[in-house]
């Protein structure tokens, strides 16, 4: 069974930093585009980032120039960077691997941006 575990989340100031973690098993993760999508509450969920296999990224216009979307194939591991952290990147965070014939997702992992 197909595997995403997130990590990295919590509680952090506005200016802050956190970095998400996905570590995925039983998939062959170098073919995968690997994203992160994040859901607040009352909201539906949004694309944060994403890495095709070939390594080419795209971001949400909110996040742009504060988070880094990065992947590991060896690790099977892809990481979301996230700096100058403002109350509306609150969320919950979700990894996602996705090719055409299929996904899975995370989780989820808390986000929390407060003074």
């Known amino acids: 069974q197909v595997q995403l575990v997130e990590s990295g989340g919590g509680l952090v100031q506005p200016g802050g930093s956190l970095r998400l973690s996905c570590v995925a098993s039983r998939i062959i993760f170098s073919i995968y585009t690997m994203g992160w999508y994040r859901q607040a509450p009352g909201k539906q969920r949004e694309l944060v980032a994403r890495i095709t296999s070939e390594g080419n990224t795209n971001y949400a216009d909110s996040v742009k120039g504060r988070f880094t979307i990065s992947r590991d194939n060896a690790k099977n591991t892809v990481l979301l960077q996230m700096n100058s952290l403002k109350l509306e990147d609150t969320a919950v965070y979700y990894c996602?691997?996705?090719?055409?014939?299929?996904?899975?997702w995370g989780q989820g992992t808390q986000v929390t941006v407060s003074s």
């Open positions: 996602n691997a996705w090719k055409i014939t299929g996904e899975y």
